[in-house]
């Protein structure tokens, strides 16, 4: 099953929020030009994945699945893992509207502080090619940009 079947949110006014200012502030991430990477920090089952999921979806249209991938960085661990998806998926053709792919990192925090450099480096060399959505359960385990 691919990430837009298991998100049925297809409208923003679906989604509930803690505050109007936290609704205004994840608002501005469906504009591509506001934002080139973005860490939601939360307890587990808050809806971080579930978000980033949707947010990809409205940028880059059901119509482009394959320019949309995510990855639990925790399940890979090692640093040539994790660069080796990212770099793998840095490929496609992206034919969206966004012009971009979308790559959801989720749970950061289970890199090791060497994993996390490597991406960073990877974050830096692709970002005008992608747009990158991550989630953490614990953001003083995540490096400094």
């Known amino acids: 099953m691919d990430i837009f079947e298991r998100n049925p949110i297809t409208d923003f006014n679906d ?13 501005r991430l469906l504009d591509p030009n506001f934002v ?11 809806g971080k994945t579930t978000l980033c999921q949707f947010i990809a979806r409205q940028l880059v249209g059901d119509g482009h699945k394959p320019d949309v991938k995510s990855i639990n960085v925790s399940n890979l661990k ?10 793998n998926f840095r490929g496609f053709g992206v034919l969206n509207p966004l012009g971009k792919a979308v ?3 989720e749970e950061l925090d289970g890199a090791d502080a060497s994993a996390q450099l490597g ?3 990877l974050l830096d060399e692709h970002s005008d090619r992608l747009l990158f959505l991550a989630t953490t359960n614990t953001p003083h385990n995540i490096i400094a940009p």
């Open 36 to 46: 080139n990477r973005t860490l939601f920090s939360g307890p587990p089952g808050v």
């Open 103 to 105: 790559m959801i990192l």
């Open 78 to 87: 090692s640093r040539s893992a994790i660069c080796g998806e990212i770099e």
């Open 119 to 121: 991406m960073k480096a």
């Open 15 to 27: 989604i509930v929020f803690e505050s109007d200012d936290v609704k205004r502030s994840v608002g």
